[in-house]
């Protein structure tokens, strides 16, 4: 079954850390563009980064360049966000999502990040 | 970033057709045919319904179609269904391998 399951987030502090992971079945993981988008309480969507099937491109949103990771372990068809210095406009529900030609035609459910003091 | 520009609702009665813009710059929805939508109903992920401005992913629906002129993309749903009620994003490819998404559009069937 084709399947992206999303885990990690949580409340943080302001200036904190969090890794969210994202665990792919169903589909050739290795050959896949993946991203993450993210959306914050009763706004649009956002794409964050995403990351090339070997890992060997990664691509950001501006204001997340240089807090943000995105990386992945293709032996255990896995994603992963490392989240630093997170701030209050952080704050949102984080999707894993597979790319199909420049758009995102499988998602996960999502998980919150809530970065509050 | 922008954000791409779409109206914040529009609305039809069953069996109509309404149309959602996109309006964004020549970096973007101009520069590339790399515009995706997609739907979302509250509390759940979005689903993609078209991908590179035109084409429909298995699955979905030939009511939906899409469309590009200059800096402005457009998602049509024509014969309009109760079920087709949710909120509409486009999305398009941006210079420096980035991308960028709308700002949304509440579509309600009256």
């Known amino acids: 079954e084709l399947q992206l399951v999303e885990s990690g987030g949580g409340l943080v502090q302001p200036g904190g850390s969090l890794r969210l992971s994202c665990a792919a079945s169903?589909?050739?993981?290795?050959?896949?563009?993946m991203r993450w988008v993210r959306q914050a309480p009763g706004k649009g969507l956002e794409w964050v980064a995403n990351?090339?099937?070997?890992?060997?491109?990664?691509n950001y949103l501006g204001s997340v360049e240089g807090r943000f990771t995105i990386s992945r372990n293709n032996a255990e068809n896995s994603l992963y966000l490392h989240m630093n210095s997170l701030r209050a406009d952080d704050t949102a529900v984080y999707y894993c999502?597979?790319?199909?030609?420049?758009?995102?035609?499988?998602w996960g459910q999502g998980t919150l990040v809530t970065v509050s003091s | 970033q922008s954000a791409l520009t779409q109206p914040p609702s529009v609305s039809g009665s069953p069996g109509q057709s309404v149309t959602i813009s996109c309006t964004g710059t020549s970096s973007d929805v101009g520069g590339y045919n790399r515009v995706s939508w997609y739907q979302q109903f509250p509390g759940t992920a979005p689903k993609l319904i078209i991908y590179e401005v035109t084409n429909r992913p298995s699955g979905v629906p030939d009511r939906f179609s899409g469309s590009k002129s200059g800096n402005t993309a457009s998602l049509t749903i024509s014969g309009l269904q109760a079920e087709d009620e949710a909120v509409y994003y486009c999305s398009s490819y941006r210079s420096y391998s980035t991308y960028v998404s709308g700002t949304g559009t509440m579509v309600t069937v009256l």
């Open positions: 990351i090339k099937g070997d890992g060997s491109e990664r």
């Open positions: 169903g589909f050739s993981f290795t050959t896949s563009w």
């Open positions: 999502a597979k790319e199909l030609s420049y758009s995102a035609d499988l």
